[in-house]
């Protein structure tokens, strides 16, 4: 059996702590998330933590990058995109997205997001990861309707529908998933009517 090299074992390492950071941002929430809790998630001294993660930031970073763009990845598998083109089909589209985006794992996430306004040094590598999963989300949809892309209003398009969702997201510990759902069923048509005027363009 081969052994496994210095350099695999660390990347093991580091991967246990991601995926540990991500799990205690799941589970108990930004507020509680320290080094401490991650490195006994992850079974590890919190030295062997800091050897890989120098501050608490740049562990935080990585861990909601693994959330979002594991999110953004079963986003694109669970929502057929291809079936906006049905407008019968579109209302299910929008509530499938909504599903994905409140769910515990998103939630976490967005969590992240809210903390930079007391954490600023967060702001500039989440706005990379936030042109990293806009580009995926625009690029899928514009290799999914390439004549309505040439739309000057196919982008502001989903970025409008992305934009509602988060906004909503945002409210979620101040109204509860009752009242957001209820807001959200209240604002879908006229998502629907501005999808149906920029995808029947062409049709």
């Known amino acids: 059996m ?8 660390r990347a093991a390492t580091r991967l246990a702590i991601v995926e540990a950071a991500a799990e205690c941002l799941v589970q108990d929430g930004y507020a509680a998330l320290t080094t401490r809790s991650v490195a006994e998630r992850a079974g590890i001294a919190q030295s062997t933590l800091m050897h890989h993660f120098a501050t608490r930031e740049v562990l935080l970073v990585d861990a909601v990058t693994q959330l979002a763009t594991a999110l953004a990845d079963e986003a694109l598998d669970a929502v057929d995109l291809a079936a906006l083109r049905t407008p ?11 599903e994905t985006f409140t769910s515990p794992r998103a939630l976490a996430a967005v969590q992240v997001w809210a903390a930079v306004w007391s954490e600023p040094e967060l702001a500039e590598p989440l706005h990379e990861l936030e042109d990293r999963l806009n580009t995926i989300v625009h690029v899928t949809a514009g290799t999914l309707f390439p004549e309505e892309a040439e739309s000057p209003d196919f982008v502001p398009l989903i970025d409008a529908a992305v934009a509602l969702i ?9 109204s509860g998933r009752e009242e957001l759902n209820a807001r959200w069923e209240s604002m879908k048509p006229f998502l629907l009517r501005a999808a149906g005027d920029v995808l029947d363009l062409n049709r």
């Open 2 to 9: 081969r052994r496994i090299t210095r350099a695999e074992q």
């Open 88 to 98: 019968a089909e579109r209302e299910s589209v929008l509530d499938r997205a909504w």
């Open 166 to 174: 988060r906004g909503l997201v945002i409210a979620y510990p101040i």
